[in-house]
T-cell receptor
């Protein structure tokens, strides 16, 4: 089945220790999104890629970076995680012209 | 005014009843509207999309859109305990690829 996969599902990191979250998809969608969702809040868009074109949200902290080496994979790098970065990180995909977004299972990040 | 507003609930309905979830949005340019279901600790799952005024039915789910009133709703017929979740309304932002989410309404279906 075509799907969006995120690894790891759970990640524990120490304060200030860099961490990378990964997302892959078999849907062949050209648009990939990264969201941050904290408890009882709506998903918050961090950035997205149209193909290789990177689009950062204005309020996304510089601490968050992203890479998309090919159509199928996208990475979220948190350079120096703080306690406030503990959240569920969601990857989603869509196709240009189609506005429906499909989410992966998410990565739950804990910062100690 | 928030761009997409939902009553956070919880909305509690008995099993077998109709659950009605409501959402209003502020941008008249929006043309695409979505309902996502999110179980606790899980990721959002797309359950309905609607683009035209009127009703769209899919199984026990009916989405209703009224662009003049800037209002979109989701009806769940014959509610089941397994429908207990948070329902997120999402609106396409100015017909870009980005979605604006409401805060979500928590639905509790009691056996």
């Amino acid at each position: 089945d075509a799907m969006v996969i995120q690894n790891p599902r759970y990640q524990v990191t120490q304060f200030g220790k860099p961490v990378t979250l990964s997302c892959s998809q078999t849907l062949n969608h050209n648009v990939m999104y990264w969201y941050q969702q904290k408890s009882s809040q709506a998903p918050k868009l961090l950035f997205h890629y149209y193909d290789k074109d990177f689009n950062n949200e204005a309020d996304t902290p510089d601490n968050f970076q992203s890479r998309r080496p090919n159509t199928s994979f996208c990475f979220l790098d948190i350079r120096s995680p703080g306690l406030g970065d503990a959240a569920m990180y969601l990857c989603a995909t869509s196709s240009t012209g189609e506005f429906e977004q499909y989410f992966g299972p998410g990565t739950r990040l804990t910062v100690t | 005014q928030k761009e997409v507003e939902q009553n956070s609930g919880p909305l509690s309905v008995p099993e077998g009843a109709i659950a009605s979830l409501n959402c209003t949005y502020s941008d008249r340019v929006s043309q695409s509207f979505f309902w996502y279901r999110q179980y606790s600790g899980k990721s959002p799952e797309l359950i309905m999309s609607i683009y035209s005024n009127g009703d769209k039915e899919d199984g026990r789910f009916t989405a209703q859109l009224n662009k003049a009133s800037q209002y979109v709703s989701l009806l769940i017929r014959d509610s089941q305990p397994s429908d207990s979740a948070t329902y997120l309304c999402a609106v396409n932002a100015r017909n870009t690829g980005k979605l604006i989410f409401g805060q979500g309404t928590t639905l509790q279906v009691k056996p």
